[in-house]
């Protein structure tokens, strides 16, 4: 009974380290999960910051545009030079390359925003198969806990059955051997009066 018994302690501080390695190994795998996370945040944060700097110029850059519009330095400041009009043209052609540069990040802009969305959905995918297999093994634990609990109670009702069954055959013993005493008694008088 003591093997059977010690057999019945194993299985269940397995049961309960199993629970232990459960727990601290989904902490570190969403703990990684999350730092991926925050560094994709502040990729997608930076490319963000490039884009509305980009726009600003943009704006500034037409704020000098318009005013070069308005610039003339002609004669008596009444008509438009030709290097005035250089001037604005060298200023519309930097818009257009900021424009380009504006074109270039945002794409980049929304291939990081496409990529987390494919990278969330992943990790939701993953989290709900971690789930269910953790769910499914919790639930083959806890059915092994309730066999070993089972199996434990059976082990004690079998060891107060064994208990009970021997003071049951001591008892009979006991009254076997005193019933005989008394046949060997009767016995004996009858052969003494005989």
């Known amino acids: ?64 545009y318009g005013t070069s519009l308005e610039q003339k ?47 969330y959905q992943r990790l939701a995918n993953e989290y709900d198969e971690q789930i269910n297999s953790y769910m499914k093994t919790i639930s083959k634990l806890q059915e092994a806990n309730e066999g070993l609990k089972k199996e434990l109670m059976d082990l004690g009702n079998q060891q107060h059955q064994h208990s009970l069954i021997f003071y049951i055959a001591g008892l009979l013993i006991l009254i076997l051997s005193g019933w005989l005493i008394m046949l060997y008694r009767k016995n004996s008088l009858k052969k003494l009066t005989k």
């Open 1 to 64: 009974m003591s093997a059977s018994r010690n057999s019945t302690m194993r299985k269940a501080i397995l049961v309960h380290f199993t629970y232990l390695i459960l727990f601290c190994s989904s902490s570190f795998v969403y703990g990684q999960a999350d730092q991926n996370l925050q560094a994709d945040s502040l990729n997608y944060e930076s490319q963000r910051n490039r884009v509305n700097e980009l726009l600003d110029q943009r704006s500034k850059k037409f704020g000098e």
């Open 73 to 119: 330095t002609g004669v008596f400041g009444l008509f438009k030079t030709k290097g005035d009009m250089q001037k604005s043209n060298e200023i519309l052609r930097e818009i257009v390359i900021n424009d380009n540069h504006i074109f270039i990040e945002t794409r980049k802009l929304l291939e990081l925003k496409d990529s987390q969305s494919i990278r």
